[in-house]
């Protein structure tokens, strides 16, 4: 299980105590962290022979030379059809960068933004991986000519900073990303993976860890007090209530004793914040839109199996009946075309979440593709 550092710091304090500190405390507690991957955070620094305690990966973002920037104008390479120039600001002065990012290039030539768009930029000297290099190969940002056009900085996809290896357009920063900060201090991380063994899967998400520390650190765990409403009063834009518009049945309490449904409406389907689809991705888990996002943040963070089904969808395959949703051991043999297009046969140790016409997910695993979250809510 991967766990980003920053997610851990949402729950308990850890002022005082370095990721090593952490490791070593979580391994002592039967946790034991396998690797630790440095996105941004300052590597540790080993004397020569002295022994790694902890397996170590990643790179350190210089301060000085990696900051928060902001896209001002994009304009056409005079001599590159598949360039652009960036006027961008980076807190000090303007900057002219060069570009071929394909999330950019349709702003090519589109002069001033009546929305800067913010971005990670690396000055002249900065340390990152190479973005079209098979592999983490490091390199350092030089000065050269492109085209006729000077070229001493640029901004980085999420490769060049060892976030992931996608390397097919620049990082997007959410709107509120602070010009001219460290991008270390903004976005900078380091990713704990840790062997969770069977006896403590109540650990298996970033609140059981963060509890874990809590408790033997002394120090106090940060959780909201949630309340869960009664489903027969609780209205949702359409002036009923869930109880009302889903049945739910449990066929095996054995299997799966208890499945809770609500209702989310007026929701407009679109990419997560870019904080959101950091810490997915540093998780292992691949950003899909707002609403998937959503059900797997919460699902790590709390280590509670969640799903979006499509209400529009589940509605049109009850005919116009009341929609019943219920939970079953699959039949031997039985099978489901799940998200990522397989088509998977089961047997009678898998559960199944279904509808009247049939399965709608592999329980707790992966949705089934014919009710997946398409359109606006």
């Not at 309340?227 to 309490?253: C, F, H, M, W, Y």
């Not at 979440?353 to 359109?375: Q, W």
Request: with cysteine; hydrophobic share 40%; aromatic share 6%.
């Amino acid at each position: 299980m991967k766990i980003p550092l920053s997610w851990l710091k949402d729950f308990i304090d850890l002022d005082g105590l370095s990721v090593e500190d952490i490791a070593r405390k979580l391994t002592l507690a039967g946790m034991e962290v396998d690797e630790i991957l440095y996105v941004g955070l300052p590597m540790p620094v080993y004397k020569e022979g002295e022994k790694h305690e902890f397996k170590t990966n990643g790179i350190g973002w210089d301060k000085e030379k990696l900051v928060v920037a902001e896209i001002r104008e994009v304009k056409a390479h005079p001599n590159a059809d598949k360039l652009t120039l960036l006027d961008l600001y980076d807190g000090q002065q303007d900057q002219v960068v060069l570009t071929g990012a394909p999330n950019i290039f349709h702003l090519k030539g589109a002069g001033k933004l009546e929305k800067p768009i913010k971005v990670a930029y690396a000055k002249e000297g900065t340390t990152l991986y190479d973005g079209h290099a098979e592999g983490q190969v490091l390199m350092t940002l030089k000065r050269a000519k492109i085209r006729g056009v000077d070229s001493y900085s640029m901004v980085c996809s999420e490769k060049e900073l060892g976030i992931t290896e996608e390397s097919d357009g620049i990082i997007i920063l959410d709107d509120d990303a602070p010009v001219g900060m460290p991008l270390a201090d903004y976005i900078g991380d380091a990713v704990l993976d840790i062997s969770i063994l069977p006896n403590m899967a109540r650990n298996a998400n970033v609140v059981g860890i963060a509890r874990e520390l809590a408790a033997m650190l002394g120090r106090d765990l940060r959780i909201t007090d949630y309340v869960i409403r009664n489903a027969e009063t609780v209205k949702n834009g359409t002036g009923q209530s869930v109880k009302e518009l889903v049945e739910i049945e449990i066929g095996d309490p054995e299997l799966n004793p208890r499945f809770v449904v609500g209702l989310i409406r007026n929701i407009e389907l679109k990419p997560s914040p870019y904080q959101i689809q950091r810490r997915l991705k540093l998780a292992g888990v691949r950003p899909i839109s707002n609403v998937v996002d959503a059900t797997n943040y919460a699902m790590l963070e709390f280590g509670e199996p969640l799903h979006a089904f499509d209400y529009d969808v589940l509605k049109e395959r009850a005919g116009g009946k009341k929609i019943k949703i219920s939970t079953r051991a699959a039949k031997d043999g039985e099978k489901i075309t799940t998200l990522d297009g397989n088509m998977r046969t089961l047997t009678s140790m898998n559960v199944l979440v279904c509808d009247e016409k049939g399965p709608l997910s592999l329980a707790g695993v992966m949705g089934g593709s014919e009710s997946e979250v398409l359109f606006n809510l």
